[in-house]
Nanobody, 110 residues
């Protein structure tokens, strides 16, 4: 299993970023994928899930601002993050089962 996140960066409050997670080593199209995040000094926090059929679930903290999607032809999931807030600052991880990638840093600050 390999998960490679990208797309993180520095953005001002109210801005947007799109994270990507390129997956390999398992049957992606059948897999339940997730994003989680970890802010400095805090525990890992669930952000969003997407089922193999495209059904999505969101943490109340991000619902209405974040959109999770998948492209099974590219073995990739995308997390579109809009209206970003300073409290969204964290390392964002893509997950499948108990496995996760190396993470990508998102920093929201003025």
């Amino acid at each position: 299993v390999r998960l490679v996140e990208s797309g993180g960066g520095f953005v001002q409050p109210g801005g947007s970023l799109r994270l990507s997670c390129a997956a390999s080593g398992f049957t992606f199209s059948n897999s339940f994928m997730a994003w989680a995040r970890q802010a400095p000094g805090k525990a890992l926090e669930w952000v969003s899930n997407i089922r193999s059929d495209g059904t999505t679930y969101y943490s109340p903290l991000v619902k209405g601002r974040f959109t999770l999607s998948r492209d099974n032809s590219k073995n990739t999931v995308y997390l579109q993050m809009n209206s970003l807030k300073p409290e969204d600052t964290a390392v964002y991880y893509c997950q499948v089962g108990s496995r996760r990638g190396q993470g990508t840093q998102v920093t929201v600050s003025s």
